[in-house]
Nanobody, 127 residues
Framework: QVQLVESGGGLVQAGGSLRLSCAASGRTFQKYAMGWFRQAPGKEREFVAAINWNRGSTLYADSVTGRFTVSRDSAKNTAYLQMNSLKPEDTAVYYC????????????????????WGQGTQVTVSS
């Protein structure tokens, strides 16, 4: 059974940092891009960042470029999202997700291209 489990969320003041982790099991995740999405209350789930299957490239939403860094450790089947200079508008539930296509060329920011999702971890940034 495929499982993605996020951790590392919490409450932080504006300007602070958090590091989210996503531990994957039940699949050879080295073959798949991993993405991070977030959903704030009353809003749609939106793309945040993703890293391709061979760690050769990354993609970021404009709102987090320069502040967030996505990475992965294939040996540990774990993806990470380092979040710096956090803002109150970053407050949301953060989800990691696995691409449905192995060895995809490029990186997709579309929710529909990800078929496995974690349960989410809450990130709250106070002003």
């Amino acid at each position: 059974q495929v499982q993605l489990v996020e951790s590392g969320g919490g409450l932080v003041q504006a300007g602070g940092s958090l590091r989210l982790s996503c531990a994957a099991s039940g699949r050879t995740f080295q073959k798949y891009a991993m993405g991070w999405f977030r959903q704030a209350p009353g809003k749609e789930r939106e793309f945040v960042a993703a890293i391709n299957w061979n760690r050769g490239s990354t993609l970021y939403a404009d709102s987090v470029t320069g502040r967030f860094t996505v990475s992965r450790d294939s040996a540990k089947n774990t993806a990470y999202l380092q979040m710096n200079s956090l803002k109150p508008e970053d407050t949301a539930v953060y989800y990691c997700a696995a691409d449905r296509a192995p060895f995809r060329l490029g990186i997709s920011p579309r929710r529909g291209d990800y078929d496995y999702w974690g349960q989410g971890t809450q990130v709250t940034v106070s002003s």
